[in-house]
């Protein structure tokens, strides 16, 4: 019996940040917006999303007189994203 993926990393837009996050340290949110090519408001919602599911981490600060808000993945969140892929391998070589 396959195992169920995790219907929080079965978006594309939040694979993609998963996958982003997995390979820096922290990213703001300008950059992963360039990088996804999502709209900002898509974006902040799926990004809340992984936050409230403590995949991610969000920080928000000002620099200046603007707002900068940065993430970065959780220890959670690589161990789900770990196990998204594995699932992954198991229904490829069934």
Same mark, same amino acid.
């Given at each position: 019996?396959?195992?169920e993926?995790?219907p929080?990393?079965?978006?594309q837009?939040?694979?993609a940040?998963m996958?982003?996050?997995?390979?820096?340290?922290e990213?703001?949110?300008?950059y992963l917006? /360039?990088k996804t090519?999502?709209t900002?408001g898509?974006?902040?919602v799926?990004?809340?999303?992984?936050?409230?599911?403590?995949?991610?981490?969000?920080?928000?600060?000002?620099?200046?007189r603007? $707002?900068? $808000?940065?993430?970065?993945?959780?220890e959670k969140?690589r161990e789900a994203? /770990?196990a998204?892929?594995? $699932?992954l391998k198991?229904y490829l070589?069934?």
């Amino acid at each position: 019996m396959l195992k169920e993926l995790d219907p929080l990393l079965y978006s594309q837009l939040r694979l993609a940040v998963m996958s982003i996050l997995l390979s820096v340290d922290e990213a703001d949110f300008v950059y992963l917006k /360039e990088k996804t090519g999502a709209t900002s408001g898509n974006l902040s919602v799926q990004i809340d999303k992984l936050s409230a599911a403590e995949y991610i981490r969000v920080r928000k600060e000002f620099v200046g007189r603007k $707002t900068r $808000t940065s993430c970065q993945i959780t220890e959670k969140g690589r161990e789900a994203f /770990e196990a998204y892929v594995n $699932t992954l391998k198991e229904y490829l070589n069934w």
